[in-house]
């Protein structure tokens, strides 16, 4: 639950941004938006903590679904100027009526930037820390507008406006506002889609502000702290700035506390940090009781600024407490975040990462991660987790605690503690240690001649495995004939027709979702340990490990619809 991973992943996330093809980036929301025009809109999706340990790539996804929400825009225009973009009647588009909407866009987002840089003390560019180039975006947006005016209508340009002020106002909105709403109102029950969420989400966000808050002030902090000492300064900064001379830190550290973040020194350095337990400190009598909970045991360090882990007995610790808040905690959400948190954490504990490997470089494990787990068979013994440990340990004591071979082996055959409830669905002859794309010179042929006749007899000596890859292969081409000939006929999916039309629009590539790849396996369902329903998908950085749904049917090998959800 370390909160100090969030910091390490903000700079990851940036980047993962600022490499994402412009294309993709103007094009997906206008996709999304008309083909989701007569349905039902979305609500703001929440980006749970647990996503700072999955990847950036999954985050991105996440957030450009934020551009297709439906939260209500503040400082709505007239009825007037409504009827001039035609809100409520579709009709073609003017150029001007185009220029108009996407000025006041970018005079409401400047002005946006303005007042929340004002307020948080903060100098130009801070801004880029929170969500996407919004002011990038709708100047790109603008462009796909004025290119392909016959490919819109005035109902486009209204949601676009619409969605824009949403985006703009929700990224501006700071987690102060959300305290002091969840404190004036009383909040008994969780909605997910509701304050306690939304103000996670904005925590995540602006720890990378007050990031770069440390940069913007780095002068006046070292002069603070040659006068002052650095324990002084954290002290004074901790207590909103109060005993600080310089003026502008003070109001910096002010607004800091008020948001819910606190300093601490690590390393001879001032970092800022999400201050959950503050938090919940302020929200413990209006707050739901679980959210508290949930609060509260994100407060517990596991990583220091690096993302090196401080402690493995500290580690073991968090582990036997988030086990323990599983089994009490009845709201049924923040009980599955937490669940996710506990199966992402363990992993990361039993099987080491690329920042943290549990094997040293003379290939044995290392005494700090041994004791860590001693630790916890020693003094949880009545524990899942304990219980779970103790059978990797005793494996690894049969092994000399030497590094295994096959390594990537690992995780396949990972013992989860019992109350996580992962079925251990994959046998050691089920992996499939081969990559998904590129394929082969031989399927590749198959693909040609199937693309042409789309006669399945010619794919009759494939298994799963490689009816996946043609499929990923097929998207990667824009296949999306032959991809959607790969579907089962009994998956659901939309006409042909529209199907290919919504791929064209959409242009996102699935190929994305294989970064990190390591190795495939057969997926078997619970109650039949022969039958194949799918191809699981295991990642080096990503310990969910994806089900690519599958089904035989005529015979054949076919993908279901959707079939990574």
């Known amino acids: 639950m370390d909160d100090q991973l969030l910091e390490k992943r903000l700079n990851s996330l940036k980047k993962a941004y600022d490499e994402m093809p412009e294309e993709e980036n103007r094009s997906a929301i206008l996709a999304a938006i008309k083909r989701d025009q007569k349905k039902k809109p979305n609500k703001w999706i929440h980006l749970p903590y647990a996503a700072s340990f999955i990847g950036v790539g999954m985050i991105a996804g996440v957030l450009m679904m934020q551009y297709i929400g439906d939260q209500v825009p503040s400082g709505d225009k007239s009825e007037q100027y409504q009827a001039s973009t035609g809100e409520n009647n579709s009709v073609d588009l003017k150029e001007a009526d185009v220029k108009d909407v996407f000025e006041d866009l970018e005079k409401y987002y400047n002005e946006r930037v303005a007042e929340t840089k004002a307020e948080l003390g903060m100098g130009a560019g801070f801004e ?38 949403s985006q703009i106002d929700q990224a501006f909105t700071l987690p102060s506002e959300i305290i002091d709403k969840i404190q004036k109102e ?137 086990e323990t808040a599983i089994g009490t905690v009845e709201d049924l959400k923040i009980n599955d975040m937490l669940r996710e948190d506990a199966k ?77 409830n992962i079925p251990t669905n994959s046998k050691a002859e089920d992996m499939i240690n081969k990559d998904v794309l590129p394929i082969s010179e031989a399927l590749l042929s198959s693909y040609k001649e199937f693309a042409a006749k789309k006669n399945f007899n010619i794919l009759k000596n494939y298994g799963p495995f490689e009816i996946m890859q043609l499929y990923f292969h097929a998207d990667q081409k824009g ?5 959607y000939a790969l579907y089962s006929k009994n998956g659901g999916q939309p006409p042909e027709e529209q199907y290919i039309q919504e791929m064209k629009e959409a242009k996102l590539a699935l190929s994305e979702a294989l970064k990190g790849y390591e190795f495939a396996s057969l997926y078997h369902p619970d109650n039949d340990p022969e039958e194949v329903i799918g191809i699981q998908l295991h990642f080096n950085d990503r310990p969910d490990a994806p089900v690519f749904q599958m089904t035989q049917e005529d015979g054949f090998w076919k993908v279901q619809y959707l079939p990574l959800q």
């Open 128 to 165: 880029r820390y929170l969500y996407p180039s919004i002011g990038e975006d709708i100047q790109n947006t603008k462009n796909e507008f004025l290119t392909y005016m016959e490919e819109h209508d005035t109902e486009d340009l209204a949601e676009v406006r619409k969605n824009f002020r």
């Open 186 to 322: 009383g909040h008994e029950k969780v909605d997910f889609a509701g304050d306690e969420f939304t103000l996670l989400t904005q925590l995540e966000s602006y720890t990378g502000v007050y990031q770069y808050g440390m940069v913007f002030y780095e002068w006046n902090i070292e002069e603070a702290i040659k006068k002052e000492g650095l324990e002084a300064v954290v002290e004074k900064m901790n207590a909103g700035g109060k005993g600080l001379a310089d003026k502008d830190l003070k109001k910096m550290a002010a607004v800091a506390v008020e948001n819910g973040y606190a300093f601490r020194e690590e390393k001879g350095k001032l970092l800022p940090y999400v201050n959950f337990m503050g938090i919940a400190d302020r929200l413990r009598v209006n707050a739901n009781e679980d959210y508290i909970t949930y609060l509260e045991l994100r407060s517990n360090r596991i990583q220091d600024n690096m993302g090196k882990v401080i402690s493995y007995k500290n580690y073991a610790d968090v582990l036997v407490k988030l």
């Open 344 to 420: 992402t954490l363990y992993v990361m504990f039993t099987t080491g990462s690329t920042v943290n490997p549990i094997y040293g470089e003379d290939n044995l494990l290392k005494e700090e991660v041994k004791d860590g787990y001693l630790y916890l068979i020693r003094t949880y013994p009545e524990t899942d987790t304990a219980a779970a440990v103790k059978t990797m340990y005793e494996q690894m004591k049969m092994n000399n605690f030497q590094k295994p071979a096959d390594e990537w082996a690992i995780r396949i055959n990972l013992v989860y503690p019992k109350y996580m």
């Open 479 to 483: 296949d999306y004939e032959t991809k």
